[in-house]
């Protein structure tokens, strides 16, 4: 305790503030004993007029020998005051400590939230970069995993953009850097010396650099990178404390990093796999048109259980071989299935002039495999002969084709048969039919006759719909057919639930056939 008078002069000071403040001796000047921060307190205390309490509420507060001391006035009788000076360091150095573990909390959070939310490699760096100058240093960089002897890095400044480069360095010349790629523990900041920093570590525009840290970006099962600290030679070295929570921050950079590869890794995958499955785009082929459409049962979906080829014929003159099938189910594990009925099938080209065999091995090979589902199939021969196309269609449990011919009349052809993976053993018959010019066939699955819709929501768009429909497209060629089906079951079904929708036609086109040169070569077509 120290009491002044009204004049500001010390009139006692008790023992325990003597270690405080030693020359606060009575009869000595406040201003000579006591910081300025307690002789201002002391001088608006005792000046004239009315006397409140701080704005803050708070007690007058200052340092003394490097302690934090509060001082609380009590004013005697005789106008002097009493100031109880409490030593609040311990409490502040609490509260400080408690304010930078929340706030490192709240950037650890967010940088989980930013990083953890997009799975895009490069914006994942970019934002580790980013955030790491902003928060932890005057610069950094990451570095994605090597690739030989070029490192990919994302280099940031505070207050700026991340820029992206390729450097072609040698990771283990930097000390700590190759070990942080591969994985292993961080070494102390106080082991690298910055002086020894390569050129393409450090921005030209940072200046000196007196303090590095660099420390692993851990993955899943591999290491995600490398981060990289820098700070300025004016700029207080990074402390023990600082490189803990730097690996912190790290750890949620790596872990979305990481899952941003992995993305990246598995929608490649994806892609390909989706490429593989999905529907061939057909064209015309050795004087035949052949169109398709298919339309998966979900419109976040690609592929499905509805599938059509059409393999061309490996000899002029010989038939090119259609398929149009149905499996049972829709989505991604109905069209693993499709994938391997397409791949079979493929196989079994060389007896494509025989429809029933290559059904009746397909049947055995789906009943031999895992899968429970079976399909429904329709296959067709179609080769261009003088100004017609001659057709061979059978049916494998699937809906019959349907021939429009040049008057809008539509036939459906008299095909007929088992489901194919269903039963030990599948029969079915073959029929044969011509395609004058700008005559079509028509092959669709049940998801189009199925549809429900309509004005009543509820009902089937059925196959006479669809026959009237194609009565109307004599003389089409075969992409406007496909077309105007779907535009029709489309509209009907008006954003309702649908199953899987494909449909092929082959046409015989209205063309000339122009005669080989000199005899030699092969014909062609032509409009």
């Known amino acids: 305790m120290l009491i002044a008078d009204a004049r500001g002069l010390v009139?006692?000071?008790?023992?325990?503030?003597?270690?405080?403040?030693?020359?606060?001796?009575?009869?000595?000047?406040?201003?000579?004993?006591a910081p300025d921060w307690l002789r201002d307190a002391h001088a608006g205390l005792c000046s004239p007029g009315p006397h409140t309490a701080p704005e803050s509420g708070r007690a007058p507060a200052g340092e003394i020998d490097g302690r934090f001391y509060e001082a609380h006035p009590t004013v005697r009788d005789?106008?002097?005051?009493?100031?109880?000076?409490?030593?609040?360091?311990?409490?502040?150095?609490?509260r400080e400590a408690l304010r930078m573990e929340q706030e490192r909390g709240a950037f650890l959070a967010k940088a989980s939230n930013v990083l953890l939310s997009s799975l895009n490699l490069a914006r994942c760096m970019d934002a580790t970069a980013q955030m790491a100058a902003e928060s932890l240093a005057d610069a950094a960089l990451v570095i994605a995993p090597v690739r030989g002897q070029?490192?990919?890095?994302?280099?940031?400044?505070?207050?700026?953009?991340?820029?992206?480069?390729?450097?072609?360095?040698?990771?283990?010349?930097?000390?700590?850097?190759?070990?942080?790629l591969r994985g292993f523990p961080p070494v102390p900041s106080r082991w690298i010396d910055p002086s020894a920093a390569p050129a393409w570590m450090v921005p030209e525009s940072i200046g000196p650099v007196g303090s590095i840290v660099i420390t692993p970006l851990p993955g899943h099962g591999v290491p995600a990178g490398a981060l990289i600290l820098l700070r300025k030679a004016e700029a207080a070295a990074f402390s023990e404390e600082e490189e803990v929570f730097a690996r912190l921050f790290a750890a949620r950079a790596g872990a979305g990093?990481?899952?941003?590869?992995?993305?990246?890794?598995?929608?490649s995958i994806s892609d390909l796999l989706m490429r593989e499955l999905l529907p061939p785009a057909l064209h015309q082929i050795s004087g035949v048109d052949f169109a398709g459409g298919y339309r998966p049962s979900a419109d976040h979906e690609r592929i499905g259980g509805d599938f059509y080829d059409v393999h061309p014929a490996t000899v002029e003159g010989e038939p090119s071989l259609v398929l149009l099938g149905d499996v049972c189910g829709k989505g991604l594990e109905a069209a693993v299935l499709t994938g391997r009925i397409r791949n079979t099938l493929h196989a079994l080209l060389p007896l494509a002039d025989d429809h029933q065999r290559m059904l009746s091995l397909l049947n055995t090979s789906m009943l031999s495999s895992h899968h429970t589902r079976f399909a429904t199939m329709v296959l067709a021969s179609a080769v261009r002969r003088g100004n017609t196309v001659d057709l061979?269609?059978?049916?494998?449990?699937?809906?019959?084709?349907?021939?429009v011919r040049a008057d809008g009349t539509v036939e459906e052809a008299e095909t007929h048969g088992?489901?194919?993976?269903?039963?030990?053993?599948?029969?079915?018959?073959?029929?044969?039919?011509s395609l004058a010019p700008g005559e079509s066939c028509v092959?669709?699955?049940?998801?189009?006759?199925?549809?429900?819709?309509?004005?009543?929501?509820?009902?089937?768009?059925?196959?006479?719909?669809?026959?009237?429909?194609?009565?109307?497209?004599?003389?089409?060629?075969?992409?406007?057919?496909?077309?105007?089906?779907?535009?029709?079951?489309?509209?009907?079904?008006?954003?309702?639930?649908?199953?899987?929708?494909a449909v092929v036609v082959i046409s015989a086109p209205r063309t000339h056939h122009l005669s080989a040169v000199n005899g030699h070569t092969r014909g062609r077509y032509t409009a």
């Open 78 to 94: 005789d106008g002097s005051v009493a100031w109880w000076l409490v030593d609040d360091t311990d409490h502040r150095l609490v």
């Open 11 to 33: 009139v006692r000071c008790n023992d325990a503030a003597v270690p405080v403040l030693p020359a606060a001796a009575p009869g000595a000047p406040l201003a000579d004993v």
């Open 150 to 180: 070029r490192l990919p890095v994302v280099t940031c400044l505070r207050g700026g953009e991340p820029e992206t480069s390729t450097v072609t360095a040698d990771p283990d010349a930097v000390p700590g850097l190759g070990e942080a």
């Open 418 to 433: 088992t489901l194919i993976g269903a039963i030990p053993t599948v029969t079915a018959t073959t029929v044969s039919t």
């Open 257 to 267: 990093m990481s899952a941003a590869r992995l993305y990246a890794e598995q929608s």
């Open 443 to 501: 092959l669709y699955t049940d998801g189009i006759t199925e549809a429900k819709g309509g004005p009543m929501g509820d009902d089937l768009f059925g196959e006479e719909r669809l026959k009237r429909a194609l009565s109307g497209c004599a003389g089409m060629p075969a992409e406007g057919i496909v077309e105007h089906v779907q535009m029709l079951a489309g509209q009907w079904l008006n954003e309702r639930p649908h199953d899987d929708m």
């Open 392 to 403: 061979k269609l059978t049916s494998g449990g699937h809906p019959s084709p349907l021939i």
